[in-house]
């Protein structure tokens, strides 16, 4: 018979229990699409990795003999290694195109067993001799390619023709970027080519016999640093670039990242909601238990037990967790595939046949079982306390206390009648005013957050290509050059109205133990075209012999300006390792991680006269970029010449993607005010109905009736709100220490627009969710209430 | 006592109660005046109160005609039986209904600051004689104090007339006759129709005219030449 109640009372609660299920689902949808998502890119990366069997360690150099390997392979604690030519070349497209570039890495068939083996997805096997490749098949579908098709590339000043055997895949490309300032990655444009060592001698004759690549595993038990340790001595004679570790790598580093994510997420999302679905169920039935206490005391004067009491209201959080849990379990499996689909899209791993995740959806489902019924038992205990007699008893009445704002007179002279009600009531049910604060403030909280990871994602891009780098293009070159004839033949281009060089060096920058290997950019003083700005926005001036560092760099180095590093690099001249050089200042940097100089200075620490690897231009018009690239195209020293405004434009293409995803955490921000302001209002309405019906008979409107909870409710938020903003910006911080990066370093300021949309978009749910529950006040029976008596 | 304030003709209410219809009023015409005390009499069940709710514009007939002046209250919507209440309508109640939160004088305000032409506060608790207890909260007055914060209240929007529904049914005698001591001189000294519904006979010695209801119909109308005084009431 009390499960006939249960049902009953749940349908008469069935706006607050909606709202509760809708708040479990959502978390439980997380938990379960996460947790698989997860799962599946873990598990698909392990097999990917072991299968391919990918590098432990990646050296590169300037140029090793390839024989030398074969020694290297005898280094204790080294598994398998590989030598490898890797070279960037440009694919002859039309000049009024943007330019296109292969990266063609070798593939050792001759070796036992190959490191970074590129998996064929599609097509034939590679024959050495014919200049067949495989292409990535990001590259490959970009570019509407076929099997068999040909492609022409410029090489070393020549023109060669490669033809496409296959479509391949590869550990170490599942993300790539075409440079290290880029973001994002643009398959049209930048892809990989695997060809066979043999064939890349044919390209670049004067490579033969010749690698500036080693890729090696580790044997079990075998630790990253004494191997790099026994390695350096014998890699150092050949030009030591850089050596770093599988978890250095970008697209290890990006998997892992994304994979350690959506982690995050799994754990925090269904905490979050289920914690605000437990207040809600236990007010509701804390609630329950007070509206019905009469009848808790006939079932007690029945001679039911307390046990079978509790449980009875117990039952309800049961029904609410089952029922949110098996609903948010369910609708989790089914969004786990399409959203594995979308994230590989992004990352290239093969498809692992899904398992049956059922452990994640019954790990759900107790964990929502569990917490509810944590809420339930404090919520019904209450049953347990009365006895027969007392429970069936009115309850005491409300004793009227005033807010302790009221002694201020101003305030007390603000208010009306309606008014005062409404802050007093604040105080009369401190705990759910609390919730409803807490509520709020996080709802705010998390609006602003998403709202400014759109502003932020803006700003990575944006800041880095509209501010800092002013250019029209940017023409690269294939070795470093004097810079001085160089640029004076650019500007003399007739498109051409300013140019300047630029110097990117690769470097060591090491403070004592602390050692950074990043890219050096080597400016002239007061550069038009790419400028070196502080954190407002000035322009800082290159000091005329020292060195600044961004931001993050300077942390990781932990150096302030005054101090002095040494500077090591492939490009340094004479017998030393490394030069001393004092940091001459600090900027902010969002996207890569550099070090900037004046470039005669830079040129002058090198050993050389004046160094420059591109020249930047501003050139006449939209077409100028085009007959740069034509005039250019047969020089060997041009790499290639690419268009800022491409490259906006694909940020810009990229962004919208963010975009969804932030309009989906601000829906989910809507749909928390919204739950609580809904079921607030209806445990009120319920709770205070014989009031709120007799103000309704005194003559008050529904409006004025309602504005007594809504004037609470905004009272409340109010204040909720204000404290949600430094909230986001605290939440802001977490997640930028989190998610900085070699990279990117995130900026933390929530802008005006940010904090602006928390406000508005939180204030809109809060109304909205008040105009579904004005409707309860207009169907208010004013005989059925006032019958009885509270 | 020539104009009449309420007409009503032939008013019949039925309620669905589950599986059954319920016939509270079965045709009741009936007509009140400015300036009197009506009771109106009856048992439980007998529909008083159904009556009272329908002339206070907190429900509506199923059938029949209820005019208040010129305007008809049977066809008026939700707003206009709002603005009704609001503005002619005062109401007591057996249970006082006042608002836990809001002290004395503050529950009479709450009436007063939505009227058209609100009486002053402070003197209509000096005479409902709660000028000391203004400052207190329901949960810390008297059932009688409460009813007569009640009567202020309902007073307080200056309305046309007064509907009190069982006004003393939860108050010992003095204490009862203290709130028909007020309603009363109210009734006299403001030209103002009061209607208290009772199912206390002894009640009625007071009203200028007593109606008497029994199973939704109106048994018999008694008017009273000389309506004693609610000290003499025995009851």
Not at chain 1, 571 to 578: A, D, I, V, W
Not at chain 2, 186 to 200: L, M, Q, S, Y
Request: aromatic share 10%; glycine share 8%.
């Amino acid at each position: 018979m009390l499960w006939r109640k249960l049902i009953r009372d749940i349908w008469n609660n069935k706006g607050s229990y909606f709202a509760c299920l809708v708040i479990v689902c959502i978390g439980l949808v997380a938990f379960t699409t996460f947790s698989i998502v997860t799962d599946n890119l873990s598990r698909a990366l392990e097999t990917f990795y072991r299968e391919q069997n990918f590098a432990h360690g990646f050296v590169e150099l300037v140029s090793m003999p390839e024989s030398n390997v074969q020694r290297l392979a005898r280094i204790e604690g080294i598994k398998d290694i590989n030598g490898r030519l890797v070279k960037d070349v440009r694919v002859n497209t039309p000049p009024e195109e943007e330019s296109v570039y292969l990266r063609l890495v070798s593939l050792d068939l001759s070796a036992p067993r190959v490191v970074n083996d590129a998996r064929l997805l599609a097509g034939k096997e590679l024959i050495p001799g014919s200049l067949a490749v495989w292409l990535d098949n990001e590259f490959f579908t970009a570019n509407n390619l076929e099997l068999g098709d040909s492609l022409e590339i410029i090489a070393g000043g020549r023109v060669r023709e490669i033809t496409i055997a296959g479509v391949a895949m590869s550990p170490e490309f599942t993300y790539y970027l075409p440079a290290e300032a880029d973001l994002f990655p643009k398959p049209e444009q930048y892809g990989i080519a695997f060809l066979p060592l043999a064939d890349m001698a044919l390209v670049f004759p004067e490579l033969e016999g010749r690698v500036n690549q080693v890729v090696f595993t580790l044997a079990e038990d075998a630790r990253y640093e004494e191997v790099r340790d026994r390695l350096l001595p014998e890699l150092e004679p050949y030009g030591l670039i850089r050596i770093y570790p599988r978890d250095d790598q970008l697209s290890h580093l990006m998997l892992t990242e994304e994979i350690n994510g959506l982690k995050g997420i799994a754990k925090a999302f269904p905490f979050m909601f289920l914690s605000i679905a437990a207040v809600i169920l236990y007010i509701m039935l804390k609630r329950l238990i007070e509206q019905q206490r009469g009848q808790i005391g006939i079932l007690k004067a029945l001679g039911y037990t307390n046990r079978e009491i509790v449980l009875h209201y117990m039952s309800y959080p049961l029904a609410a967790g089952i029922l949110g849990g098996l609903a948010g379990g369910l609708a989790g499996i089914g969004a786990a595939v399409p959203f594995t689909e979308l994230l590989l899209l992004f990352f290239k791993v093969p498809e692992v046949p899904g398992v049956f995740p059922f452990s994640y959806f019954f790990q759900g489902l107790l964990i929502a079982v569990t917490i509810f019924l944590i809420a339930g038992y404090s919520g019904s205990r209450l049953a347990l306390a009365l006895n027969p007699a007392e429970a069936m008893r009115p309850p005491a009445p409300v004793l009227g206390k005033k807010f302790f704002l009221e002694n201020l007179p101003f305030f007390h002279a603000l208010l009306t009648m309606q008014g005062k009600m409404a802050v007093r009531n604040i105080t009369r049910n401190p705990g759910r005013s609390a919730f409803l604060f807490l509520g709020i403030m996080l709802s705010c909280a998390l609006v602003a957050v998403t709202w400014s990871f759109q502003d932020m994602v803006d700003k990575l891009a944006f800041y880095q290509y509209e501010e800092v780098e002013a250019y029209d293009a940017r023409i690269t070159l294939a070795r470093p050059a004097a810079s001085e004839p160089v640029v004076r033949e650019v500007a003399g281009h007739r498109q051409v109205r300013w140019a300047e060089p630029l110097a990117e060096i690769p470097v060591s920058l090491t403070n004592r133990w602390r050692e950074e290997d990043i890219v050096l950019i080597g400016l002239p003083r007061g550069s038009q075209l790419y400028k070196v700005l502080d954190e407002k926005g000035r322009k800082v001036p290159l000091p005329a012999e020292g060195i600044i560092l961004s931001q993050r760099l300077a942390e990781k180095l932990a150096v302030t300006p005054g101090a002095s590093i040494e500077l090591a690099s492939p490009y340094l001249r004479g017998e030393e390792k490394g030069v001393p050089v004092a940091v001459g200042g600090i900027i902010p940097q969002y996207l890569g991680m550099n070090a900037y100089m004046e470039i005669s200075a830079l040129s002058r620490l090198l050993g050389y006269e004046e160094l420059a690897t591109a020249v930047l231009v501003n050139v006449a018009g939209e077409e100028a970029i085009g007959i740069l690239r034509d005039d250019y195209l047969e020089s060997d020293l041009v790499a290639g010449v690419d268009s800022r405004e491409e490259r906006i434009r694909q940020a810009r293409e990229m962004l919208e993607y963010f975009g969804i995803a932030v309009y989906f955490y601000v829906l989910i921000g809507v749909v928390i005010g919204f739950a609580i302001i809904y079921s607030s209002s209806f445990i009120v309405l319920s709770e205070r109905s014989w009031e709120l019906a007799s103000l309704r008979v005194l003559g008050l409107t529904p409006q004025e009736v309602f504005s007594v909870i809504t004037f609470e409710q905004w009272f409340i938020s109010f204040f909720a709100i204000l404290a949600g903003l430094p909230l986001g910006k605290a939440i802001l911080h977490g997640l930028a220490a989190q998610l900085d990066t070699d990279m990117y370093s995130v900026p933390t300021t929530l802008t005006p627009d940010c904090l602006f949309a928390g406000v508005v978009i939180t204030a809109f749910s809060i109304w909205a969710a008040q105009r579904f529950a004005l409707r309860k006040v207009k169907e208010l029976s004013l005989v059925e209430v006032l019958k009885t008596r509270e | 006592m020539e104009t009449p304030l309420i007409v009503a003709k032939n008013l019949r209410k039925r309620y669905r109660m589950g599986e059954v219809t319920v016939h509270a009023l079965r045709g009741v015409d009936l007509t009140l005046y400015d300036g009197e005390l009506v009771v109106i009499l009856g048992p439980s069940g007998s529909g008083k109160s159904t009556l009272l709710n329908i002339i206070g514009g907190m429900d509506k007939p199923s059938e029949g005609e209820l005019y208040f002046g010129e305007k008809s209250l049977h066809t008026a919507d939700e707003k206009e039986l709002t603005a009704y209440r609001r503005h002619e309508v005062g109401f007591i109640f057996q249970f006082y209904n006042l608002m836990p939160n809001l002290t004395a004088s503050e529950n009479v305000y709450l009436a007063a600051e939505i009227a058209r032409d609100p009486l002053d506060v402070d003197e209509l608790l000096e005479r409902v004689g709660l000028a000391n207890r203004k400052e207190h909260f329901p949960s810390q007055l008297s059932g009688g104090e409460q009813q007569r914060v009640a009567i202020a209240r309902a007073l307080a929007k200056n309305p046309r007339m007064l509907l009190c529904d069982e006004p003393t049914g939860a108050l010992d005698l003095a204490t009862g006759i203290q709130i028909l001591r007020v309603l009363r001189d109210f009734c006299a000294g403001f030209k103002k129709a009061v209607v208290i519904i009772t199912h206390n006979a002894a009640i009625a010695q007071m009203a200028d005219r007593v109606v008497t209801l029994r199973d939704g119909r109106i048994d018999g109308v008694q008017v009273n030449p000389q309506p004693v005084a609610p000290e003499q009431v025995v009851w």
